[in-house]
């Protein structure tokens, strides 16, 4: 359903850590751990992403973390030719997917789509995670996405 | 019945003025003076004494701020100071708004409101940079190579063109009618350098559905506008450009991180159409020139449809070089070269030319126009619109 790789698809970008007030370190360290964590309020149900202090919904101040399924749908695409980062120079296109989640109150995340950077790509498609694990100071895990089978 | 809370003909617009239009980083000024030449420039279209302002309203962060700007004018009572939040120029129209306001409540006399650009100074938006960590929403983005602002918003005009199955003729219009325009337009940088069709066609991705030519320059410069109390503003050098109408634009979690707003397909005018169109007593048919943001024409096409202009059906056939330019089409659209070949002053050239129109100063008027639209930031959480009319449209 999801794998893992140690190939940077980005290399030489900046690198994500945990906010200083704590908010999303829940997620990267489930990344770490191959997991898909987001927030799930307590009192509706509710799924949000990116994370908040509260339930935009019903306003609850008890959000807690919960893994969902790391599959979902491609939502929208983009393809970047130009170069606007030093460390993409050299790196041809490539491919940034918005993935919805239906099983999480439709929540969306951002990623690349792994694979072939000419690819055809179709709105709807169902996708899996990938978990690119990265060295850095700290280590980092980024969720990538492919084609599911 | 008409409600008297609102800005509807008791603001006018009396000054508007800009510096020379650089290319990024050509600015021979520092960021600060080119804000201070705007402003006088301003000042003297109006036929006002500088230090008569006594209020300044500005958006996106503006780095030049009012006391300093105050200080450097000589001004001797600053009475009102504003800053509009939003991404990228999504105030422009509404740091008009917030200026008018301040008129309106008696807070102020005559308001300038103000934008400076200079990247040669402070940093190309087009172009991102180093290595150190990130984190907060960036780090939902900026790792997966999603950092510009036209990677920003790409992907809603993918799923714009997915969802009603229009756009991508109509996006080149937009840029054809802009540069069309331009060619006029002695501020204009893009004067002298054409677009044709085959030109759009060939022109490279920045990000896919973007090519170059739909999207916006990047500028060193400032300007200006300067309004005050109707009344007040018979008495001053040109005449009176009124506001109708204006509103801020931000639908539910428009701020939403990571892609998460609740309507994703949207120019995010949708919440502000209806106020603007009651607040200014006019419909989509009374206007006679439209100035849309072009941050990128996906975005364009959003916002024409948003206002009631053209519809998501129609907005292919509607949205054609021949009906947006101002020789002769029916529905003129970026009238000074606007975001796309004019200047990238984050908005504000496009408030200011319609203010021209309204006066009969465009470098491709209209004839006879008496209302016009200029909107603000397509895409961007808070958007901004404004309806300028002349006082015959006061009726």
């Known amino acids: 359903m999801s794998r893992s790789t140690d190939e940077a698809h980005l290399p030489g970008l900046r690198q994500p850590v945990a906010a200083n007030d704590g908010l999303d370190a829940p997620f990267w360290e489930g990344t770490k751990d191959h997991e898909l964590k987001v927030q799930q ?48 120079s050299d790196r041809g296109p490539y491919i940034i997917v918005l993935i919805e989640l239906p099983h999480a109150s439709g929540i969306r995340m951002v990623g690349n789509l792994l694979g072939d950077p000419m690819q055809t790509i179709e709105i709807g498609a169902p996708v899996s995670a990938v978990f690119e694990d990265r060295q850095g100071d700290p280590n980092f895990t980024l969720v990538q996405w492919e084609i599911a089978d | 019945m008409t409600d008297e809370y609102t800005l509807k003909g008791k603001v006018a617009v009396v000054g508007v003025g800009e510096t020379t239009y650089f290319k990024h980083g050509q600015s021979p000024d520092p960021e600060f003076v080119l804000v201070l030449k705007a402003i006088l420039a301003a000042c003297e279209d109006a036929g006002l004494d500088p230090k008569e302002i006594d209020g300044f309203c500005s958006y996106s962060n503006d780095r030049n701020d009012p006391p300093r700007i105050a200080n450097a004018l000589g001004i001797p009572e600053l009475r009102y100071s504003n800053m509009q939040w939003t991404s990228g120029g999504g105030g422009a129209a509404g740091a008009v708004q917030n200026a008018a306001a301040a008129i309106v409540s008696g807070s102020a006399n005559a308001v300038v409101a103000y934008r400076g650009l200079a990247q040669g100074q402070f940093g190309r938006f087009g172009r991102s940079g180093g290595s150190r960590p990130i984190s907060g929403p960036a780090a939902y983005t900026l790792p997966y190579g999603m950092m510009s602002a036209a990677q920003m918003y790409a992907m809603r005009t993918t799923r714009f063109m997915h969802e009603y199955g229009v756009g991508r003729s109509a996006m080149r219009a937009i840029a054809m009618a802009c540069y069309h325009h331009a060619q006029n337009n002695p501020r204009a940088v893009m004067q002298g350098r054409t677009l044709d069709e085959e030109t759009y066609d060939a022109s490279r991705w920045i990000t896919e559905p973007y090519r170059l030519f739909d999207c916006c320059l990047e500028n060193d410069g400032a300007a200006a506008i300067i309004v005050t109390r109707t009344d007040r503003a018979r008495d001053l050098a040109k005449n009176p450009v009124v506001i109708l109408g204006a509103q801020q634009s931000g639908g539910h979690r428009s701020g939403a991180t990571a892609e998460n707003m609740t309507d994703y397909v949207t120019s995010s005018f949708k919440p502000a159409v209806k106020h603007l169109y009651q607040q200014a007593g006019v419909t989509p048919s009374d206007i006679d020139v439209v100035q849309s943001y072009e941050n990128f024409t996906g975005g364009v096409v959003m916002s024409l449809i948003e206002h009631g202009l053209c519809t998501y059906e129609n907005a292919d056939e509607v949205l054609t070089f021949d009906n947006l330019r101002a020789d002769g089409g029916s529905l003129p659209l970026n009238t000074s070269g606007g975001n796309l070949a004019e200047c990238y002053m984050h908005g504000l050239g496009l408030q200011i030319e319609a203010v021209r129109q309204l006066r009969g100063e465009s470098p491709n008027q209209v004839p006879g126009a008496k209302v016009a639209l200029a909107n603000a930031g397509p895409m961007v959480p808070v958007a901004s619109t404004a309806l300028y009319g002349t006082e015959e449209a006061l009726g």
């Not at chain 1, 992403?49 to 893994?67: F, R």
């Not at chain 1, 939502?75 to 460390?87: E, K, L, T």
Request: glycine share 6%.
């Open chain 1, 41 to 88: 309020c307590d009192d509706c149900g509710t799924h949000q992403w990116g994370p908040e202090w509260m339930c935009h919904s019903c306003n609850s101040l008890a959000v807690s973390w919960v893994t969902i399924e790391p599959v979902g749908e491609i939502y929208s695409w983009q393809r970047p030719h130009h170069p606007v980062h030093s460390a993409l």
